[in-house]
Nanobody, 120 residues
Framework: HVQLVESGGGSVQAGGSLRLSCAAS????????MGWFRQAPGKEREGVAN?????GTNYADSVKGRFIISKDNANLYLQMNSLKPEDTATYYC?????????????????WGQGTQVTVS
C-alpha cells in the first residue's frame, strides 16, 4: 500500500503560480504512471496531467501550456502557471495505475487526501 501526501496548495490571484508536491510513502514506484487530478465543488473529479515511467506526459486541454508535471524518486510535482479562477479545486495526486485512459480517475488505485487551490 502506498500513502500519498499532497502539499503546496493555497490562495492566489489570477495570473499567479503555485507548485504542488506529492510525497509517497515508498520508492521506487512500481506503478507505470502517476497523475494529478482535481475536483471542484459540484463537479466530477477530472484528470489534469499524468507522467509515466519514461517521462512521457499528457495534459488536459484546459491546462496545456500552463501546467507542468514532473517527478523525482518518490515525489510528484505540478507547476501551475497563469492560474485562472476556473482552476479552483481540490487537487489530488494518484498512483497505482491499473490500466485504462491515463487521465481517467478510475485508472488509479491510490490517492492522496488533496490540497486546496483557490484562484480569485
Amino acid at each position: 500500500h502506498v500513502q500519498l501526501v499532497e502539499s503546496g496548495g493555497g490562495s492566489v490571484q489570477a495570473g499567479g503560480s503555485l507548485r504542488l508536491s506529492c510525497a509517497a510513502s515508498r520508492s521506487p514506484y512500481s506503478s507505470y504512471c502517476m497523475g494529478w487530478f482535481r475536483q471542484a465543488p459540484g463537479k466530477e473529479r477530472e484528470g489534469v496531467a499524468n507522467i509515466d515511467n519514461d517521462g512521457g506526459t499528457n495534459y488536459a486541454d484546459s491546462v496545456k501550456g500552463r501546467f507542468i508535471i514532473s517527478k523525482d524518486n518518490a515525489n510528484l510535482y505540478l507547476q501551475m502557471n497563469s492560474l485562472k479562477p476556473e482552476d479552483t479545486a481540490t487537487y489530488y495526486c494518484a498512483t497505482g495505475y491499473v490500466g485504462g485512459a491515463l487521465l481517467r480517475p478510475q485508472s488509479y488505485s491510490y490517492w492522496g487526501q488533496g490540497t486546496q487551490v483557490t484562484v480569485s
